[in-house]
């Protein structure tokens, strides 16, 4: 048993299995063998195990995704069998007298190198291919086992970090808890923790060579800590203490189907936060009044092309069809800064949160936003949902975007396609939109402010950096009199103004909003109920 400290970013207790997340591209050690032949056969068997994998892979992608997203397992499988590529690594075995962890890295670094400076675009994108085969055949050399999803039970998953593709590939029905080496609390492993109101601790100092898939451990939001291989004293403990947080959260199920009104009558909407269609089922178990933000790059994020139009417009038209005439704000594609996508080709940059990114990449590359506007104006004859766009920085910017979708109405016309004309609002997100919110709330429909960014870039400091915890204050003067001056401002102009920022859920906060005016509340849906409690039980006029 030992116990080890972080920092709780979401605040509950659970007990069960650990399973073991490790990156790829793990340190790989060059070794002197006598016996090429045994090399040669652990190759095979790691080989065939890989094959294995990858048909599992196929067929759960061709149920969830259908067989032309499932098609590069198919093409993994028939590159593990390729002879120039084994060739070369059972070379460098017989020749070299080296361990096959080793050869399979190396080949697998010269391929993908090889096949990065050919000309042609197919063959280029077969780099990253060739890397993700050797770096397969390398884990089941090692004896690392691939965690299924699918099979596995609910467990506490540890990782060193977890990126945003990662956390949604996840079945998030199996994830008990996350606790992570890295990370920051307002990381998307964190907001994710938060939408599905599950424990989570970052910065937690833990070796993950010393812990292994299936061993039991307990972690406790509420104190920040997780214990592996906790005593029977201690899993006692642990079972009766979460006994009764589930008889606090039956009582919070009370408030299911109650207005979100104060005690002197002062009503305001509280809606949540999604990821993914999937998602929409821990809305309506909470009963919030509708979607506040729905994160479409999420539909972008762990694949290897952009999503199609129809991939879109069937995901958006499921929502709005299952909030059943409540309100949906969907968010265009915020990609950048911490969301990285290969397939984008973004580059790097040495200050991506302030780089190409959101509504910047949408104005640069038109054709990937209106791929996505035709779906979201074809999805809107279905139901209440709102456009909202990302990173505003001026008033250019939102006439920009409206003569880009007035090209998509013509398109659709043109085409005979149904459409609506939805609600368009902005989020705000920058100190210069912030500034000039009075001439902005004349262009648009609502406001939604989205307090993350806000806070990082009127602090000048990174979220993502775990470092800055300690300085990165949401509570800020300057951040707060930011929210009242857009409220104001929106008010001014006839229009409502909400949060979807993390910041909507801090209950220290709710009283100070509702008695600023703000409109909607937008926050993950473990919250939505806390928040009503909260609501329900304060007077908006100070006695």
């Not at 919250?527 to 909260?534: A, D, F, Q, S």
């Amino acid at each position: 048993m030992w116990k080890l400290s972080g920092k709780a970013v979401y605040k509950g207790i659970v007990m069960g299995p650990v399973a073991v997340l490790k990156k790829d591209g793990q340190q790989v050690k060059r070794i002197k063998i006598t016996d090429a032949e045994a090399e040669l056969a652990r190759l095979q068997k790691a080989g065939e195990k890989a094959q294995s994998q990858l048909q599992k892979l196929y067929d759960k992608a061709v149920k969830e995704v259908g067989e032309a997203s499932a098609a590069i397992f198919e093409v993994h499988q028939m590159m593990l069998e390729d002879e120039d590529y084994l060739d070369a690594i059972h070379n460098m075995i017989r020749t070299e007298m080296v361990n096959a962890e080793y050869a399979a890295a190396v080949t697998g670094d010269n391929f993908s190198e090889m096949f990065a400076g050919m000309d042609d675009d197919y063959m280029k994108a077969r780099a990253a291919d060739v890397l993700d085969i050797s770096n397969r055949l390398v884990r089941n050399l090692m004896g690392q086992e691939e965690i299924d999803f699918a099979s596995m039970e609910p467990s506490v998953i540890v990782a060193d970090d977890l990126s945003p593709s990662e956390t949604v590939q996840m079945d998030k029905e199996k994830i008990l808890a996350f606790v992570t080496v890295h990370g920051s609390t307002n990381s998307h492993t964190a907001i994710l923790a938060r939408m599905m109101n599950i424990p989570a601790l970052i910065g937690v100092p833990v070796n993950l060579d010393e812990i292994q898939t299936g061993m039991k451990a307990v972690v406790n939001g509420f104190k920040g800590e997780v214990i592996f291989e906790p005593s029977e004293e201690l899993c006692q403990e642990a079972e009766r203490q979460i006994c009764e947080e589930k008889e606090k959260l039956q009582l919070l199920q009370s408030l299911k189907g109650k207005e979100n009104r104060t005690l002197d009558g002062h009503t305001i909407h509280i809606f949540a936060n999604i990821g993914s269609v999937s998602d929409v089922g821990y809305v309506l178990e909470n009963d919030a009044g509708g979607i506040g933000l729905f994160r479409s790059e999420f539909l972008y994020l762990g694949r290897d092309d952009f999503p199609s139009e129809e991939e879109q417009f069937t995901a958006y038209k499921q929502v709005v069809q299952t909030m059943a005439g409540k309100k949906v704000i969907i968010r265009t594609l915020d990609i950048g800064a911490d969301k990285k996508v290969d397939y984008f080709n973004l580059g790097n940059e040495d200050n991506p949160a302030m780089g190409y990114r959101a509504i910047r990449i949408c104005l640069k590359q038109p054709d990937i936003f209106k791929t996505q506007l035709r779906a979201l104006l074809r999805a809107a004859v279905f139901g209440n949902l709102s456009i909202m766009y990302p990173m505003i920085t001026s008033v250019e910017e939102v006439r920009k975007i409206y003569g880009i979708v007035e090209e998509v109405k013509k398109e659709l016309e043109a085409a005979g396609i149904p459409y609506k004309t939805p609600e368009q609002g902005i989020m705000i997100e920058t100190p210069a939109s912030v500034m000039i919110s009075d001439e902005l709330a004349e262009l648009v429909d609502f406001f939604s402010i989205g307090t993350n960014d806000l806070t990082q870039y009127t602090l000048a400091i990174d979220r993502q950096n775990e470092k800055l915890d300690d300085f990165y204050n949401p509570h800020h003067k300057a951040i707060l009199r930011m929210i009242e001056m857009v409220t104001q401002n929106a008010h001014k102009a006839g229009k409502w103004a909400g949060i979807c920022g993390e910041l909507g859920a801090d209950p220290e906060l709710t009283e100070t909003f509702v008695r600023m005016g703000i409109d909607e509340l937008s926050v993950a849906p473990s919250m939505i109920l806390k928040l009503r409690k909260t609501v329900r039980e304060m007077r908006v006029a100070e006695e």
